[in-house]
């Protein structure tokens, strides 16, 4: 799987949307952009993923660059409850579901 | 459904003391996963499965065992435990629908090796 550079931390106003950026220029035809988030003490929480185009759900916005060498999670409205460690990762579906873990970028959000 | 249960939540070990982590889906599953997170670093695979009776290493399963006897049950042992196994350990689970691979984790235990 391909391997992804987040920054190691942000910051973010409350009530503002939080721009998290990935990098992952070796990313190869058949394989998907996965954000995962891992709220303190709790395991990680799926979020959304994409293969080409643009991904919204009710939690996130996924922005897929044409060239698929990076690729933006947008929440839009943060609040306090969204400071997390989020994960981007990229991986093929293959038969198997194995899923490797960065270290994330650790978003705070700020009053 | 509960999803993925872990139990225990914490547990203090003696170094050389074994001991098992539990995990149960019960969402009916195939594939499930034991990861470990050391303060500050992001998720390490120890092991993985794709449904009972099959198992397989991952990025980090020195030290470690695992056994898939039914679809819901998936523990961890810990034979011969050690100070760099202190960590929190996380079980998830995952299915296939379409092009969607969504993981389930658990809750987490906390283990501490003394």
């Known amino acids: 799987d391909a391997k992804t550079t987040q920054p190691t931390s942000m910051d973010c106003a409350e009530g503002r949307a939080a721009n998290l950026p990935c990098n992952h220029s070796?990313?190869?035809?058949?394989?998907?952009v996965y954000w995962y988030r891992q709220i303190h003490s709790q395991g990680p929480q799926y979020i959304i993923h994409?293969?080409?185009n643009n991904e919204t759900n009710e939690m996130a916005s996924l922005i897929i660059t044409e060239d698929r060498k990076s690729s933006t999670l947008i929440l839009p409205h943060a609040t306090l409850r969204d400071t997390a460690v989020y994960y981007c990762?990229?991986?093929?579906?293959?038969?198997?579901?194995?899923?490797?873990f960065g270290p994330g970028t650790s978003l705070s959000v700020i009053p | 459904n509960a999803g993925v249960t872990q139990t225990p939540k914490f547990r203090i070990l003696k170094i050389g003391q074994s001991m098992t982590l539990q995990c149960t889906q019960d969402?009916?599953?195939?594939?499930m996963y034991w990861y470990r997170q050391d303060p500050g670093m992001g998720l390490k695979l120890i092991y993985y499965?794709?449904?009972?009776?099959?198992?397989d290493k991952g990025e980090v399963p020195n030290g470690y065992n695992v056994s898939r006897s039914t679809t819901e049950d998936f523990p961890l042992r810990l034979e011969l435990a050690a100070p760099s196994q202190t960590s929190v350990y996380f079980c998830?689970?995952?299915?296939?629908?379409?092009?969607?691979?969504?993981?389930?984790f658990g809750p987490g235990t906390r283990l501490t090796v003394t």
């Open positions: 998830a689970s995952s299915y296939r629908t379409g092009t969607v691979y969504e993981q389930y």
């Open positions: 070796t990313i190869s035809g058949n394989e998907y």
């Open positions: 499965s794709v449904g009972a009776g099959i198992t």
């Open positions: 994409g293969l080409k």
């Open positions: 990762i990229v991986r093929v579906q293959t038969s198997y579901d194995k899923v490797i």
């Open positions: 969402m009916n599953h195939n594939y």
